[in-house]
């Protein structure tokens, strides 16, 4: 349904908005996140011609319509390479970096009812290290991470539950293989997540595709090799 209507949004902005004049419209931008709740997609951050965007973007799909909006109380940095997870009706923003502030290990709840972003204030002593370019899954009531790449511009190999309900986070230590990778998609299946794409350690493009199993093994295995 989600891949649906985000054909219908790009569609609306391509046929519809075509001769609407470019402040009416988000223009192109690069390493945004985009949010969905209730038929209403959340354009928010990214990069337009090196320059970080600030702005949110409301498009709803009920009515067709799109427009500038401004949030209220906390006023999230204009980050990329940011992730984006819905939870109980608010969308959860991790990490991304901002030329002037750097590299985040932030955790923003953003409200799409109120247009209200606030940051949550972390209850653990541990957490991970800010990151960007890392992939996020919402599996119950927590939010995993995986990957990325940290203030050493090292790439990351570790994984982490963040619990909504708690605040707290915990790492997740596979049993087998620790994958660094950044730059990637990830998918949950059931009790499964699902990672491809994105670079290696090395740079080198990552082939394969790897399943990470949330049961008590916690392994990380190669799916299969995808070939030309």
Same mark, same amino acid.
């Given at each position: 349904?989600?891949?649906?209507?985000?054909?219908?949004?790009?569609?609306?902005?391509?046929?519809?908005?075509?001769?609407?004049?470019?402040?009416?419209?988000?223009?192109?931008?690069?390493?945004?996140?985009?949010?969905?709740?209730?038929?209403?997609?959340?354009? @928010? %951050? =990214?990069?337009? $011609? &090196?320059?970080? #965007?600030? +702005?949110?973007?409301?498009?709803?799909?009920?009515?067709?319509?799109?427009?500038?909006?401004?949030?209220?109380?906390?006023?999230?940095?204009?980050?990329?390479?940011?992730?984006?997870?819905?939870?109980?009706?608010?969308?959860?923003?991790?990490?991304?970096?901002?030329?002037?502030?750097?590299?985040?290990?932030?955790?923003?709840?953003?409200?799409?009812?109120?247009?209200?972003?606030?940051?949550?204030?972390?209850?653990?002593?541990?957490?991970?290290?800010?990151?960007?370019?890392?992939?996020?899954?919402?599996?119950?009531?927590?939010?995993?991470? @995986? %990957? =990325?790449?940290? $203030? &050493?511009?090292? #790439?990351? +190999?570790?994984?982490?539950?963040?619990?909504?309900?708690?605040?707290?986070?915990?790492?997740?230590?596979?049993?087998?293989?620790?994958?660094?990778?950044?730059?990637?998609?990830?998918?949950?299946?059931?009790?499964?997540?699902?990672?491809?794409?994105?670079?290696?350690?090395?740079?080198?493009?990552?082939?394969?595709?790897?399943?990470?199993?949330?049961?008590?093994?916690?392994?990380?295995?190669?799916?299969?090799?995808?070939?030309?």
């Amino acid at each position: 349904m989600y891949q649906v209507q985000l054909k219908e949004f790009y569609a609306k902005q391509n046929d519809i908005l075509h001769d609407v004049v470019e402040e009416k419209r988000p223009k192109k931008r690069k390493n945004a996140a985009l949010a969905y709740f209730r038929g209403k997609f959340f354009l @928010i %951050g =990214g990069k337009l $011609n &090196n320059t970080a #965007c600030k +702005s949110v973007w409301i498009f709803d799909s009920n009515v067709d319509q799109i427009k500038l909006s401004t949030l209220n109380g906390y006023s999230s940095p204009n980050y990329k390479q940011h992730s984006s997870v819905s939870f109980n009706s608010c969308v959860y923003f991790f990490g991304g970096w901002n030329e002037t502030l750097g590299i985040s290990s932030d955790v923003t709840k953003f409200d799409p009812k109120s247009l209200t972003s606030s940051i949550v204030k972390c209850a653990s002593k541990v957490a991970p290290s800010p990151r960007y370019g890392h992939s996020a899954v919402v599996y119950s009531s927590c939010m995993l991470i @995986i %990957g =990325g790449i940290d $203030n &050493n511009l090292t #790439c990351c +190999s570790d994984m982490w539950m963040f619990n909504f309900l708690s605040s707290r986070w915990e790492e997740i230590k596979p049993a087998s293989i620790r994958l660094a990778i950044h730059s990637h998609c990830a998918v949950l299946s059931n009790v499964h997540i699902i990672v491809t794409g994105g670079k290696l350690a090395d740079d080198s493009n990552n082939e394969d595709c790897w399943i990470f199993s949330l049961t008590v093994t916690h392994r990380m295995e190669t799916l299969s090799r995808w070939r030309d």
